[in-house]
């Protein structure tokens, strides 16, 4: 019964196919804008592989579609490519990450996984070395440029997110031009600006977004369960709330319904899409 709901849902395009997992908070770089003011020394609040891989089979019996995971920087825990291939067993899975953590041995391990449906979202701000890193940190931009293409050519599917504020039509098309150039599709290319949660709040970035600008993706950390992967941000090291759907994330089937019930006399702003939070 709740995974007919959950299938009519997705069907009517009122509730995301995708669930996701913050796999860790940590992160090896420390983003002006970062939505978990993640960095190498922040908590790291790990999910344990089991649990990821238990909330990955109750979501498939519930009717989710796909994985995703994010943090933090999912590939700054030492286990994450086990944890991916054991996940793809059940579900195509996508992680969005910095992409400057994929040297050789990594670039290899990788290969068993291109033959599964899954695939890497990565973050590139501007076509503008400066500009990216400045934002991201440094020799951010040679790493990731460097990466792209290594990993398209062991035939994982890359998307690439770019993440903007004040982006003028020159950067821009720039951008855009870097993108194709770097092999990455352009449909597989995600422009948003910089939400004003967690850092970007207190470094007086971004644009606020309320619930109705956050397609509903159910979203799952060792805190509870969110209304979207925009939600279970952190300000002065305190967990935002205001998206929380419920603190208890087993069985899955529980938060899945809480959801469902929300999305009753739920309305996505129209102009959400166009904005890129969809
Ligand atoms: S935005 Fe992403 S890459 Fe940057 S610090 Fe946050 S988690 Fe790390």
Known sequence: MLKQAVIKSINQGILSPRLWMYSNYHCNLACTYCLTESSPSSAK???????????????????FQSIGITGGEPFFRPDIEDVIEEILTYLPVTVLTNGTLFHQKRLDRLRSLARHDFSLQISLDSASPARNDAFRGTENFNKVCDAIPKLIDIGIRVRIATTVSNQSAFESAAI????????????????R?????????????????????LMPELTLT????????????????????????????????????????????FQMDPSAEESGFV
């Open 193 to 213: 600006s910089i939400v004003s949660r967690g850092r970007a709040t207190t470094q007086k970035m971004g644009v606020d977004v309320q619930q109705n600008y």
């Open 45 to 63: 609040r790990l999910l344990s592989a089991e649990q990821m891989l238990s909330w990955a089979q109750q979501a498939k019996k519930l009717g």
């Open 222 to 265: 060792t805190e509870g369960a969110f209304w979207s992967p925009f939600a279970p941000t952190y300000k002065k090291n305190r967990l935002e709330k205001d998206l929380l759907i419920t603190t208890i994330t087993d069985p899955v089937s529980k938060s899945t319904a809480l959801l469902l019930s929300l999305l009753k006399d």
């Open 176 to 191: 855009r031009q870097l993108v194709r150039s770097l092999g990455v599709l352009e449909e597989d290319h995600v422009v």
